[in-house]
């Protein structure tokens, strides 16, 4: 990506169309705030042109910290994916949440708008429980989305901390074999409630 290496900071990537749908309207407000930290970005997606140009001159404004990519390439999605620290994920909404699924499988830990899928998909990281591996806000907002990104800022400062969500989240599993196990066991528990209902 011809970026400086070795920020102090995270790298963060978006592998995505650039619609609307997918949060651009409460990320684009945030370019500048985020890229004056020693952080790095990279977008590979296409879209609407308006974004497209935005990204295109932020790209250029910081050439060291900030690369973007409009033509989609299996190749380099996959590396930016597993390249990342974090991958964000500001979505209006967000059915399937399939780019979470391959961001935890990465290792690469999601700052996103808790809808839709995501709510299926990511725990909120909670330090107080030691539960979680992803950071959600759940105001469609740019002060929201900014919120989630400095606390998953404030957490990768702590490598340890920050292995161990990684661990968890690549533990995850997203087989058939585990959705079907938990769609057996809601039957069954729909099955039992009934036959309490009835007795």
Same mark, same amino acid.
């Given at each position: 990506m011809k970026?400086?290496?070795?920020p102090?900071?995270?790298v %963060?990537g978006?592998v995505t169309?650039?619609v609307?749908e997918?949060?651009f309207e409460?990320?684009m407000p945030?370019?500048?705030r985020?890229l004056w930290?020693?952080?790095?970005l990279i977008?590979?997606g296409e879209?609407d042109?308006a974004?497209?140009t935005?990204?295109?001159?932020?790209?250029?404004?910081?050439r060291?910290?900030?690369?973007?990519?409009?033509?989609?390439d299996?190749?380099?999605?996959?590396l930016?994916?597993?390249?990342?620290?974090?991958?964000?994920?500001?979505?209006?909404?967000?059915?399937?949440?399939?780019?979470?699924m391959?961001s935890l499988?990465?290792?690469?830990?999601?700052?996103?708008r808790?809808?839709?899928g995501?709510q299926?998909?990511?725990?909120?990281?909670?330090?107080?429980?030691?539960?979680g591996?992803? %950071?959600l806000?759940?105001e469609?907002?740019?002060?929201?989305?900014?919120d989630?990104?400095?606390?998953?800022?404030?957490i990768?400062?702590?490598?340890?901390v920050?292995?161990?969500?990684?661990?968890?989240?690549?533990?995850?599993?997203f087989s058939?074999?585990?959705?079907?196990?938990?769609?057996?066991?809601?039957y069954k528990?729909?099955v039992?409630?009934?036959d309490q209902?009835?007795?």
């Amino acid at each position: 990506m011809k970026l400086t290496p070795k920020p102090r900071g995270p790298v %963060f990537g978006m592998v995505t169309r650039l619609v609307e749908e997918k949060g651009f309207e409460i990320l684009m407000p945030l370019l500048d705030r985020l890229l004056w930290d020693d952080v790095r970005l990279i977008i590979l997606g296409e879209g609407d042109p308006a974004y497209e140009t935005a990204l295109a001159v932020a790209s250029r404004k910081f050439r060291t910290k900030f690369a973007y990519m409009r033509n989609y390439d299996e190749k380099l999605a996959h590396l930016i994916e597993a390249g990342v620290d974090i991958t964000l994920i500001p979505s209006r909404f967000e059915p399937a949440a399939l780019s979470a699924m391959y961001s935890l499988k990465y290792g690469a830990l999601p700052v996103a708008r808790a809808t839709g899928g995501i709510q299926e998909i990511i725990q909120d990281y909670d330090p107080a429980a030691d539960s979680g591996y992803g %950071f959600l806000c759940y105001e469609y907002s740019t002060e929201a989305f900014w919120d989630a990104i400095k606390r998953a800022g404030e957490i990768f400062r702590d490598r340890n901390v920050w292995t161990t969500l990684m661990k968890r989240a690549m533990a995850r599993s997203f087989s058939w074999g585990a959705a079907a196990q938990s769609y057996e066991a809601l039957y069954k528990e729909l099955v039992g409630a009934d036959d309490q209902v009835a007795a």
